[in-house]
Nanobody, 122 residues
Framework: VQLQASGGGLVQAGGFLRLSCAYS????????MGWYRQPPGKERELVAD???????FYADSVKGRFTVSRDNAKNTLYLQMSSLNPEDTADYYC?????????????????WGQGTLVTVSS
């Protein structure tokens, strides 16, 4: 499964951005999709995710400001970000976890997109 993230850029504090992650490939199911970020010099952290049933999780630092959604018809994951602050500056990565069918049977997969850089200026 291939993931292609886009939508990053430079924005002023208080502004907004929408990240997109288009996914493609052959898979049986995608159980959970999420957005992670890695600020400069720090570890990668989970920002938000959404499962097949539509249940969502948000890191405390983004609750009320970010919204994760998924459009299965367009095979795209979104992250709507608002009230951005400089602490949100990071490379943002999308992730998908699910099952693929192989000659050896159904196998789990865990795929990552390339990062898209979000820079928030003060």
């Amino acid at each position: 499964v291939q993931l292609q993230a886009s939508g990053g850029g430079l924005v002023q504090a208080g502004g907004f951005l929408r990240l997109s992650c288009a996914y493609s490939g052959s898979f049986l199911e995608i159980n959970t999709m999420g957005w992670y970020r890695q600020p400069p010099g720090k570890e990668r952290e989970l920002v938000a995710d959404i499962n097949t049933g539509g249940s969502t999780f948000y890191a405390d630092s983004v609750k009320g400001r970010f919204t994760v959604s998924r459009d299965n018809a367009k095979n795209t994951l979104y992250l709507q970000m608002s009230s951005l602050n400089p602490e949100d500056t990071a490379d943002y990565y999308c992730n998908a976890v699910g099952l693929i069918r192989t000659v050896w049977g159904d196998q789990p997969f865990n795929s990552w997109g390339q990062g898209t850089l979000v820079t928030v200026s003060s």
